[in-house]
């Protein structure tokens, strides 16, 4: 009896300690513990990593300069952002009930689960979507208005609203070394401003976009863990539901925004071209939610981060590299201060979480270890 009750109480803790894990990339013990009780050889572990973790930066990287390409090419000259965010969340939505319809008409051949169209389902996700919306959108008019060599700054203060909406929205106070870390970031971020701003390049429309992007970010984490079970903790049927309203949503903001007209106006709309590319936008769209759940089920969420950390320094990179741009050494040291405020943040947060999963010896017990 006593050993139930002390389950019981241990739950709440738990529940929590996830939800924390989840708005701050803090990796799951207990996910890691699983993942190494069945050890593979170390060169197919290795080979398999590798392969996931590439698969990862190639489909991140090529989505982010493909969706450059769709919101802001001289060459298409289409002013349509809220158009191909649309037509990317349909293409996601069509994907995932056509893999529904395959896995249910051959069984073993697809492992995808079954989706039906719930309007009281839809109706408990719509917090969420609006949430979705807002950060599919502002990412992309980040995009569309900053380069992609300082898209990564402009979008930077993600982990910066993960610890202010854990004290405002869960209570949960943050230690002084993570704290440092945020203020690394938020020192990264601004002189990335101020550099941008002095050579030239800032805009402050797409600067305001990423930060209000990175707030959605955070909230989306937050309304995630709410949400999921209200479609049985698939994330599939989430992603469904979330695509549905979205597409119901951007429709009647089209019109507002008069993008109807920006469209009958285009003078490539017949192009194969053109709708090849806002296919495969939709595609990776599609693609990355996948791959990132396979990184973190072949390494952890910890490696997730670092590897995310990783890719985004390759990207700035090959970014600047691609579109022959000259940047000062103030301008590559703000973005060393936000990748490395990150990870440092994501190495202190699982450095804590493992900490409180296996504390020391309590007081009274002996120590084995000898002095």
Avoid at 46 to 60: D, E, G
Avoid at 131 to 151: E, P
Avoid at 195 to 204: I, N, P, W
Wanted: proline content about 4%.
């Amino acid at each position: 009896m006593t050993q139930l009750s002390a389950t019981m109480n241990r739950a709440p803790l738990k529940r929590s300690r996830i939800l924390h894990m989840a708005l701050n990339g803090a990796p799951d013990p207990s996910g890691e513990a699983e993942a190494g009780s069945g050890e593979k050889p170390f060169l197919l572990r290795a080979l398999q990593i590798a392969l996931v973790v590439s698969l990862y930066w190639v489909t991140s990287i090529s989505m982010v300069f493909l969706n450059k390409y769709l919101l802001d090419s001289p060459s298409l000259r289409l002013d349509a952002p809220i158009f191909v965010t649309f037509y990317q969340c349909l293409v996601t939505t069509l994907l995932c009930k056509g893999l529904s319809t395959l896995a249910t008409c051959c069984p073993g051949a697809v492992d995808f689960p079954t989706l039906r169209l719930d309007l009281r389902v839809a109706r408990s996700v719509l917090p969420l979507s609006v949430v979705f919306i807002g950060m599919i959108t502002f990412n992309n008019l980040c995009l569309k208005y900053v380069g992609v060599a300082f898209y990564n700054v402009g979008r930077s203060l993600t982990t910066v609203f993960n610890v202010l909406l854990s004290y405002v929205l869960l209570k949960q106070t943050t230690s002084l070394y993570a704290l440092l870390t945020c203020s690394i970031i938020i020192g990264g971020f601004w002189l990335g401003v101020d550099q941008e701003e002095a050579e030239g390049t800032l805009s402050f429309v797409g600067t305001v976009f990423g930060v209000l992007a990175s707030l959605c970010v955070s909230l989306n984490a937050i309304y995630t863990k709410k949400v999921l079970p209200a479609v049985d903790g698939s994330i599939w049927r989430l992603t469904f539901y979330n695509n549905v309203n979205a597409c119901a949503l951007f429709l009647p903001l089209l019109l507002l925004l008069g993008e109807h007209q920006a469209l009958l106006d285009f003078a490539q709309l017949d192009s194969a071209h053109f709708w090849g590319m806002m296919t495969l936008g939709g595609l990776f769209g599609f693609a990355i939610g996948y791959v990132t759940g396979l990184q973190i089920k072949f390494t952890s969420p910890l490696t997730h981060n670092v590897s995310g950390t990783a890719k985004a320094c390759a990207q700035t990179v090959l970014a600047v590299l691609y579109f022959e741009e000259t940047k000062s050494f103030l301008w590559w040291t703000s973005n060393a201060m936000v990748l490395g405020g990150s990870s440092a943040y994501t190495w202190v947060r699982g450095w804590e979480m493992k900490s409180q999963e296996d504390p020391g010896p309590r007081e009274g017990e002996k120590s084995t270890v000898g002095v």
